[in-house]
């Protein structure tokens, strides 16, 4: 129980503020250890706080590794398109 509060407090959603510097979060959709849910949550937390936070979801993309998008699936995501 004690880690869970340290995990919490440490957590940049607890620091968000209308004057925070800009933050991009990058996140696939598809990852098996690290959910896509906590970046969605923090979007709409920062929006609560007028905090500057773009998420940015990759369809289909995982975290990183041998689940990540291979080299021939990669593609260019961010309005270069």
């Known amino acids: ?3 869970l509060v340290v995990y919490r407090e440490a957590s940049a ?3 968000l ?3 925070s510097p800009p ?3 990058v996140q ?3 990852g098996p250890r690290i959910p896509v849910r906590p ?3 923090m979007k709409a937390r920062a929006d609560v706080a007028k905090a500057r936070v773009t998420a940015l979801i990759v369809t289909g993309a995982a975290h990183n590794g ?3 998008l291979s080299t021939s699936e990669r593609k260019p995501r961010l309005g270069t398109e």
Request: overall charge positive; proline content about 5%.
């Open 66 to 68: 041998p689940t990540a």
């Open 28 to 30: 696939g959709d598809k």
């Open 39 to 41: 970046a969605h949550d």
């Open 17 to 19: 503020r209308e004057k």
């Open 13 to 15: 959603v607890n620091y």
């Open 1 to 3: 129980m004690a880690k």
């Open 23 to 25: 933050l991009i979060m």
